[in-house]
């Protein structure tokens, strides 16, 4: 009998040999050749999270700034934010409403449901010798989540959650910390009202962002500069009851205390 607690420690492995992505590629065909190599089998279970720039990049969601036509609206903001015209026109048309304007920042909701700046729009590793670009989010990251993980378990035969996350900073915090924006296969929220704590009175309050956990796990290993891991296997987590959508982890604008 092998007493090793170290058996049930969770496991998160970057996936290595991922390819610069470009519009088209078939991610799927991508990560299964990548655990090939690796010689690694995805396991009933087994989490797969992957960067939000891949889904994007392959999903052809860079746009060449010089294609973008800033609208009236875009150069009187760019003027008061100090932004370039044509990257705020590009948030505007992702976002549902600016909610923050300083120099050099726009806070906005973005058309996902979530609190952004800059509606989320980067230039980081991204290749712009055909000219300045700039990199959208996913048009729907838990329909896009959930096509990877279809084409996955069809090929392997095996069941497996997928998440799509990005670097969010948070209000009144200092940073970014990974956060799920697409989720495939298992729980976002766990609802924990209900249940007891250590002495037997019953939670009140406690809804658990699962999934944002996981994604922040991933994160660390995935780095945030030139690492080149945008993909991570993540084994050995229980997996809770039900499934859920990086959407349901939006909080309505209803009950937001802070508009």
Same mark, same amino acid.
């Not at 009998?1 to 969770?10: Q, S």
């Not at 055909?130 to 729907?140: F, S, Y």
């Not at 298992?186 to 699962?210: C, F, I, K, N, V």
């Given at each position: 009998?092998? %007493?090793?607690? *170290?058996? %049930?420690?969770?496991r998160?492995l ?6 610069? /992505? ?12 990548a655990?090939? &190599? ?16 891949i ?5 052809g969601?860079?746009v060449?700034?010089a294609s973008? &036509? ?15 015209? @044509? ?5 505007? +048309? ?10 050099g920042?726009?806070?906005? @909701?973005?058309r ?7 509606a989320? /729009?980067?230039?980081?590793? /991204?290749?712009?010798q ?11 990251p838990?329909a ?11 090929? &392997? ?17 200092s ?10 296969? =298992?729980?976002?929220? *766990?609802?924990?009202?209900? @249940?007891? %704590?250590?002495?037997? @009175?019953?939670? +009140? ?10 994604a922040?796990?991933?994160? *660390?290993?995935m780095? +945030?500069?030139n ?9 050995? =987590?229980?997996?809770?009851?039900? &499934? ?8 309505p604008?209803?009950? %937001?205390?802070?508009?």
């Open positions: 009998m092998d %007493d090793d607690p *170290l058996n %049930d420690a969770i998160i970057p996936l290595k040999g991922v390819p610069m /992505i470009e519009a088209g590629d078939v991610l799927a065909d991508i990560l299964l050749r655990f090939e &190599t690796m010689g690694v089998t995805p396991a009933d279970g087994d989490i797969l999270v992957l960067a939000q720039k889904v994007s990049k392959a999903e969601r860079s060449v700034l973008v &036509t800033p609208s009236a609206e875009a150069q009187a903001v760019a003027a008061r934010a100090g932004k370039d015209p @044509r990257m705020v026109e590009l948030i505007l +048309q992702e976002s549902d409403h600016i909610m923050r304007e300083r120099p920042t726009l806070i906005v @909701r973005h996902l449901g979530l609190v952004l700046a800059n989320g /729009i980067d230039q980081s590793n /991204i290749d712009h055909d000219g300045e670009q700039a990199l959208l989010l996913p048009r729907d838990d896009s989540a959930e096509a990877l993980r279809t084409a996955l378990m069809q090929r &392997t035969g095996h069941s497996i959650g997928v998440m799509i996350i990005d670097s969010l900073g948070r209000a009144w915090r940073g970014t910390t990974g956060t799920a924006i697409g989720i495939a296969g =298992l729980p976002g929220l *766990l609802d924990l009202r209900g @249940r007891p %704590d250590l002495h037997g @009175r019953a939670l +009140q309050t406690s809804e658990l962002g699962w999934a944002d956990e996981v922040a796990a991933a994160s *660390l290993a780095g +945030q500069s690492e080149g891991r945008p993909a991570v296997l993540i084994r050995g =987590l229980a997996l809770p009851p039900g &499934t859920g959508t990086a959407a349901g982890l939006v909080r604008a209803a009950l %937001d205390l802070f508009p």
